[in-house]
T-cell receptor, first 115, second 114 residues
Framework: EPEVTQTPSHQVTQMGQEVILRCVPI?????FYWYRQILGQKVEFLVS????????KSEIFDDQFSVERPDGSNFTLKIRSTKLEDSAMYFC?????????????FGAGSRLTVL | AQSVTQLGSHVSVSEGALVLLRCNYS??????LFWYVQYPNQGLQLLLK??????LVKGINGFEAEFKKSETSFHLTKPSAHMSDAAEYFC????????????FGKGTRLHILP
């Protein structure tokens, strides 16, 4: 069964450093998403991406965050200058068409620890 | 804007007992509703979804949920709990919009007692 792949599974970084989290969505999917889950809290929507541009973003997704689809397969989330409160599990998801009752398929997540 | 409320951050049931995890939603338009499960140190896995049609939806691992519009609820049930059901369960809502973004509830951790 096709799956969404995320790397790294766990990254530890110093506060102020840049971090790039990578995702390989399912190959024929067109809509891509990033969610995050701070330890013990709910899964929060960050951003959706379609046709090489951001479709929607939440209040959490400030100027420190950016997303990119640099080639035909990868979808990345960059945090320019990490803060302690960025420590969380980050989930990537993809969706075939983005309209209708399609189900997002999630990756296993990338755990980011900011020291 | 749509939202979901999950009652009870922790629920404990005995093995073999009924599992009931509560979810209420808020949406100004007919919603799509989902239950996702997260096993320890793993990602989010879809249990079941409601879109249109039959209001009782069956999912994987013996779980089912019933959409009740009058109560704005989508509670998750399983007749007989198994030890392997111990996990975090998230109710989620979506509407037919431009990008199918879904909004999650805060989650309910299910503990199974031997």
């Amino acid at each position: 069964e096709p799956e969404v792949t995320q790397t790294p599974s766990h990254q530890v970084t110093q506060m102020g450093q840049e971090v790039i989290l990578r995702c390989v969505p399912i190959s024929n999917h067109l809509y891509f998403y990033w969610y995050r889950q701070i330890l013990g809290q709910k899964v929060e929507f960050l951003v959706s991406f379609y046709n090489n541009e951001i479709s929607e973003k939440s209040e959490i997704f400030d100027d420190q965050f950016s997303v990119e689809r640099p080639d035909g397969s990868n979808f990345t989330l960059k945090i320019r200058s990490t803060k302690l409160e960025d420590s969380a599990m980050y989930f990537c998801a993809s969706n075939p068409t983005g309209v209708g009752a399609n189900v997002l398929t999630f990756g296993a997540g990338s755990r980011l620890t900011v020291l | 804007a749509q939202s979901v409320t999950q009652l009870g951050s922790h629920v404990s049931v005995s093995e073999g007992a009924l599992v009931l995890l509560r979810c209420n939603y808020s949406s100004s338009v007919p919603p799509y509703l989902f239950w996702y499960v997260q096993y320890p140190n793993q990602g989010l896995q879809l249990l079941l979804k409601y879109t249109t049609g039959a209001t009782l939806v069956k999912g994987i691992n013996g779980f089912e949920a019933e959409f009740k519009k009058s109560e704005t609820s989508f509670h998750l049930t399983k007749p007989s709990a198994h030890m392997s059901d111990a996990a975090e369960y998230f109710c989620a809502v979506s509407i037919m919009n431009r990008d199918d973004k879904i909004i999650f509830g805060k989650g309910t951790r299910l503990h199974i007692l031997p």
